[in-house]
């Protein structure tokens, strides 16, 4: 039986306060992200396509 363990990602520092939002994807498994420094946090996905998406759509909606 095959087992995959998490690993730990260590946290994405705060994005500098520059007044604009500035989302960044993460990683963790097969699963991506899109986080911001104003606290917004997408789903989970698996397409790194489409996390990057999220973080363009949030970027443009603020």
Known sequence: ???RHATEVPPTPPAP???GHEPTTV????FC???CGCGWS????RSRDR???D???HR???
């Not at 990683?27 to 097969?30: D, I, K, P, T, V």
């Not at 997408?42 to 996905?45: F, I, M, S």
Request: aromatic share 4%; hydrophobic share 40%.
């Open 1 to 3: 039986m095959y087992v």
């Open 17 to 19: 306060a520059s007044g």
């Open 27 to 30: 990683e963790r498994g097969s």
């Open 33 to 35: 992200t899109a986080r």
């Open 42 to 45: 997408g789903p989970a996905r």
């Open 51 to 53: 996390a990057r998406t």
């Open 55 to 57: 973080a363009a759509e």
């Open 60 to 62: 443009a909606a603020n």
